[in-house]
């Protein structure tokens, strides 16, 4: 499939937190830890906004499709962003705070260290658009740009019925955790570099 596939840039910030708003509406865990979608899209709000510091979201021209990257040298937030974690966490989710903060600190925890590689944070597809293989033919693009660097990539499956997906671009699952208190199962998936 050809797809027009552009870098996202801030001026793209609401585009591309709809469609993963969208994307991730019935999402297990994400919809365990942020029930409400407005809530939800809020916390996209944040973490799209901070993954833009980088060259590495993409997105269709129309934005059928877009993909969330953490570069190698790159965090998921900023030192500052970072500290405003808590916080935020207390005005999105209220009493559930701590909850959702261990989910957060199972991601960090269960996140590979040994070597340097790319992160998809997300990657999301409009609904009129799903089963047409977009989101897919677009995660295939990505790594063919960092199979151009000889890296390898890693990604956290939050919908155990998208592993098969993933499989079917060569990452392996490596890791799982759950969301605390017998919570969703959330797959960590490895890609070799080639």
């Known amino acids: ?41 809020n916390w996209w709000t944040f973490c799209i906004g901070q993954a833009l510091r980088y060259p590495w979201t993409f997105t269709t021209d129309e934005y059928e499709t877009v993909s969330v990257w953490i570069p190698p040298d790159g965090t998921e937030l900023s030192p500052e962003a970072e500290l405003k974690v808590p916080g935020l966490l207390a005005d999105l989710v209220g009493s559930r705070a701590a909850e ?11 996140h590979p260290r040994h070597e340097p590689h790319y992160y998809l944070s997300l990657l999301g597809t409009k609904s009129e658009h799903r089963g047409r293989g977009v989101g897919i033919a677009l995660l295939e693009e990505n790594l063919t740009r960092i199979d151009a660097e000889h890296m390898p990539s890693y990604l956290e499956s939050s919908n155990p019925n998208n592993n098969h997906r993933y499989e079917g671009v060569g990452f392996v699952a490596v890791t799982t ?18």
């Open 100 to 110: 959702v903060g261990e989910l957060l600190d199972r991601f960090a925890r269960a």
């Open 177 to 194: 955790f759950q969301a605390p208190g017998n919570g969703p199962a959330v797959t960590g998936m490895w890609r070799n570099k080639r």
């Open 1 to 41: 499939m050809s797809l027009a596939i552009r870098a996202a840039t801030n001026t793209d910030a609401s585009p591309v937190i709809d469609v993963v708003s969208e994307a991730f509406l019935n999402d297990p865990t994400w919809s365990w830890a942020f029930p409400d979608p407005v809530v939800r899209r």
